[in-house]
């Protein structure tokens, strides 16, 4: 069974930095490209970063230059690093599989990491 476990997420101030990570299991992670959606109150999710299984990336325009996708094929587990973190960044986080497109290759979902930009 796919699963997806989250974490890394907290409080910090604007401007501040966060490292999520989520690790996935029962699926051979290596051949899937990787999706970090965000959802935010009353909002469907929305893609943030995405990388293919051969390491190339894509961002939302409202976070390029500032968060970087990595994965680990070693680990099965994918990273957001986060820096110059904004109040509109706040929301849960989840990762999942992605199709080329960015779009959720299926429906399966981890618990969501909460990330939280206040003064």
């Known amino acids: 069974q796919v699963q997806f476990v989250e974490s890394g997420g907290g409080l910090v101030q604007p401007g501040e930095s966060l490292r999520l990570s989520c690790a996935a299991s029962?699926?051979?992670?290596?051949?899937?490209?990787m999706g970090w959606y965000r959802q935010t109150p009353g909002n469907q999710r929305e893609l943030v970063a995405q990388?293919?299984?051969?390491?190339?990336?894509n961002y939302a325009e409202s976070v390029k230059g500032r968060f970087t996708i990595a994965r680990d094929n070693a680990k099965n587990t994918v990273y957001l690093q986060m820096n110059s973190l904004k109040p509109e960044d706040a929301g849960v986080y989840y990762c999942?599989?992605?199709?080329?497109?960015?779009?959720?290759?299926?429906?399966?979902w981890g618990q969501g990491t909460q990330v939280t930009v206040s003064s």
């Open positions: 999942t599989k992605v199709r080329l497109d960015g779009a959720p290759l299926d429906d399966y």
């Open positions: 029962g699926m051979m992670f290596r051949i899937y490209a």
């Open positions: 990388i293919t299984s051969s390491g190339t990336t």
